[in-house]
């Protein structure tokens, strides 16, 4: 719960500054003192406490809150959107008025802001208004935040004027996470689409949440992507729009790194340019997963799936970085059977005393099969392993450089 000390936030008063100031001049505190901390800053000391805990990873995913001295709340920060995914968002869903259902932190309000497109922005919650009108200022962004929840607003104002809804619901039930349970957001995506399907929407919703079931319950147009940022997948968009599907939803993955953007939605590759003599070991990345393209992967040729999720192949083309990691294999085939069986053999055919473990179905931990194999982490060599039946199959690799 926001405290509602952030309502006495005050850009002229000193005490208020003085939080601001921790990190728009990147005051360290480590480790944080309390009782330090309660003298300089009073009342403010529990506010203060939090930004010099967010400071170092705040700096990394939102580094104009943090030079504008913006003032941060925990869970707020948490949930909301990183800097460089933002700003792609507000170019490539591109608003002239916008209405964000869910402004929580304010980032990518903030972003759509920043391309003079009109934000209107609402949050339940009070308290974190009151800290979000102090951030605008500091940002210099005008934003018209209301107290309000998503179901009053949309009931007691016309939508007319918006050319786009965006919703990024609420993805806990209390202290849980329910980050793949669409069903228990709040506010509820379904029935809000469904009372107003005239309008385009934008949901933003948590990597683990199955593109195929979100299809099967929105009978719209439906864009689906998925969006990479540093090798790590931080979020699923839908896009909703006003139209009854005609053919299968766009899938798209969205590489972002800075202000580079990369687009993939086509798992097509040209055997010639791409195929080798080599037989190579490929594992396909979070985006993949996430909009099911491994699905598509296996054709028995040139591309084979090692296991029932289809999250390990052996192929002999040569996957872009951008799909995943491809492996050179260094083993025969001959680590497969029981851990004792594939640990005796790491040891006296391949002389093998550190890799770095990738275990996929096999109904055990990672920390289990590397204590049962005793092998230290590795940045070099990796093993990729998997368990069908009774038995594990694993593969001694290489990670290729381009």
């Given at each position: 719960m926001v405290s509602n000390i952030y309502c006495?936030?005050?850009?002229?008063?000193?005490?208020?500054?003085?939080?601001?100031?921790?990190?728009?001049?990147?005051?360290?505190?480590?480790?944080?003192h309390t009782a330090k901390l309660q003298k300089k800053h009073g009342d403010f000391y529990a506010m203060a406490?939090?930004?010099?805990?967010?400071?170092?990873k705040a700096l990394k995913k939102i580094p104009s809150f943090i030079h504008a001295g913006c003032i941060?709340?925990?869970?707020?920060?948490?949930?909301?959107t990183s800097e460089d995914v933002a700003v792609w968002k507000a170019r490539f869903f591109?608003?002239?008025?916008?209405?964000?259902?869910?402004?929580?932190?304010?980032?990518?309000?903030?972003?759509?802001a920043k391309t003079n497109c009109l934000v209107t922005s609402i949050d339940t919650n009070e308290n974190l208004n009151c800290l979000f009108?102090?951030?605008?200022?500091?940002?210099?962004?005008?934003?018209?935040?209301?107290?309000?929840?998503?179901?009053?607003?949309?009931?007691?104002?016309?939508?007319?004027?918006?050319?786009l809804i965006y919703i990024d619901p609420d993805r806990r039930d209390g202290q849980t996470?329910?980050?793949?349970?669409?069903?228990?957001?709040?506010?509820?995506?379904?029935?809000?689409?469904?009372?107003?399907?005239?309008k385009k929407w934008l949901i933003k919703l948590s990597p683990m949440v199955d593109s195929e079931f979100l299809a099967g319950q929105i009978n719209r147009k439906l864009s689906f992507y998925s969006v990479v940022n540093r090798s790590e997948v931080k979020e699923l968009l839908v896009l909703v729009e006003n139209e009854i599907p005609t053919t299968a939803p766009l899938k798209e993955m969205v590489h972002i790194e800075g202000k580079e953007y990369r687009y993939f939605s086509d798992f097509k590759i040209n055997a010639e340019t791409n195929q080798s003599d080599s037989i190579y070991f490929f594992e396909p990345n979070a985006g993949v997963f996430n909009l099911k393209l491994n699905r598509i992967l296996h054709n028995g040729k040139t591309v084979v799936a090692l296991n029932e999720q289809q999250t390990f192949f052996?192929?002999?083309?040569?996957?872009?970085?951008e799909f995943g990691r491809t492996f050179r294999i260094i083993s025969a085939n001959d680590l497969t059977g029981g851990l004792n069986k594939i640990a005796k053999t790491l040891k006296e055919k391949y002389s093998i005393k550190e890799a770095s473990i990738t275990a996929r179905e096999c109904k055990i931990s990672t920390e289990e099969i590397r204590?049962?194999?005793?092998?230290?982490?590795?940045?070099?060599?990796?093993?990729?392993?998997?368990?069908i039946g009774k038995y594990f199959n694993a593969w001694l690799c290489e990670k290729i450089i381009y």
């Open positions: 006495k936030l005050n850009k002229f008063d000193a005490k208020t500054e003085g939080i601001s100031e921790i990190n728009s001049k990147l005051i360290v505190e480590n480790p944080i406490a939090t930004q010099h805990e967010l400071q170092s941060l709340d925990k869970r707020a920060y948490e949930q909301c591109h608003s002239k008025n916008l209405l964000s259902l869910t402004g929580g932190l304010g980032v990518d309000d903030w972003a759509w009108g102090y951030n605008t200022n500091k940002l210099g962004v005008d934003i018209n935040r209301l107290t309000i929840s998503a179901e009053e607003y949309l009931e007691s104002h016309s939508l007319d004027d918006f050319d996470r329910i980050s793949n349970r669409v069903d228990l957001f709040s506010p509820n995506i379904f029935e809000l689409i469904d009372k107003y399907p005239s052996r192929t002999s083309i040569l996957f872009p970085n204590k049962s194999l005793n092998l230290k982490e590795s940045d070099r060599t990796y093993l990729m392993i998997t368990k």
